[in-house]
């Protein structure tokens, strides 16, 4: 490389860097969205749920997702192991062992917990992610880079990536059936659920709701509402017999995902390390070495 090419190097390097101090100077300025009192939500009743999966199977066909016929998902051998919500599943059911009653299992439903300060809309570089009014969080494939920090950032490790496909990937999570919400309808997993372990309604009026269940049923449910508070609140949130971190949640506080991933990126970037300036970094390392061996081999 000669003097003339290093120098139109370094000062496109120079430029990315500049561009993206600028970018995240903006990011920090941007103000807080505010919630809607009026956002939905789901209450999930885990002591009702019996496992019957026709979630999993409408959730499939009503995301143009393939999937058997619905008497397939009686099987229950799909319970041996636990599951995560995947790219080709964007819900899933898991049992749990009931101490109480062994032939009673605890059945949870498992997906995008759409929480009020989303990890994954803060983490998002490009805007990809929004929280909406209806309470829901949507992906938009137009804006996404493919950098998957939402699926770093995700408390609940939900968001998935396409990673069979080559051409244009996509990033996979529940949506809230957002498409069916706009016209006034249920969630498609709420609608078809045969014992309505399911309650769709304004997050405010589900909380009322679940800790009137827990009045009412003291030996029936613990004294939390799982979602009400962690990481600042979530649309999903759900009643259990024992304690959630045996039945597949992660324990987690009440602070804001956010304010951790926040913290962290601001932090960088106030220290003028943006991560265009470390490839570039990484780049002029690159070209040195490689200079040097090039260097040694003419004189060899």
């Known amino acids: 490389m000669n003097t003339t090419s290093r120098r139109k190097f370094l000062q496109t390097a120079s430029l990315g860097v500049g561009t993206t101090i600028l970018s995240a100077n903006s990011l920090k300025s941007q103000p807080k969205n505010?919630?809607?009192?009026?956002?939905?939500?789901?209450?999930?009743?885990?002591?009702?749920?019996?496992?019957?999966?026709?979630?999993?199977?409408?959730?499939?066909?009503a995301h143009d997702l393939p999937t058997e016929p619905i008497e397939s998902y009686a099987d229950r051998s799909v319970f041996k192991k636990l599951r995560r919500p995947s790219d080709k599943a964007l819900t899933v059911v898991n049992e749990f062992h009931n101490p109480k009653n062994e032939l009673l299992p605890i059945n949870v439903k498992q997906q995008c917990m759409h929480c009020d300060h989303p990890a994954c809309v803060s983490a998002c570089i490009v805007g990809a992610f929004t929280k909406m009014d209806n309470g829901s969080v949507v992906w938009d494939g137009g804006k996404c880079i493919g950098c998957r920090y939402c699926m770093v950032a995700c408390p609940f490790q939900v968001p998935t990536f396409e990673f069979d496909k080559a051409i244009e990937p996509e990033i996979r999570k529940c949506d809230f059936c957002i498409n069916r919400t706009k016209e006034d309808k249920l969630p498609a997993c709420v609608e078809i659920c045969p014992v309505e372990a399911l309650v769709y309604g304004r997050r405010s009026d589900l909380i009322k709701e679940a800790r009137t269940r827990i009045k009412r049923n003291p030996d029936r449910y613990i004294n939390n509402i799982y979602g009400e508070l962690e990481v600042g609140g979530t649309g999903w949130m759900y009643l259990g017999p024992q304690k959630f971190e045996t039945i597949g949640f992660p324990k987690l506080s009440t602070k804001t995902a956010p304010g951790v991933s926040e913290a962290i990126q601001h932090g960088i970037f106030s220290y003028f390390v943006p991560p265009v300036m470390f490839y570039?970094?990484?780049g002029m390392i690159m070209w040195i070495t490689k200079r040097n061996t090039e260097k040694k081999e003419e004189e060899a």
């Open 34 to 61: 505010i919630l809607s009192e009026d956002r939905m939500g789901v209450l999930v009743d885990t002591t009702v749920c019996v496992g019957c999966r026709n979630c999993e199977f409408t959730c499939k066909t």
């Open 280 to 282: 570039s970094i990484l």
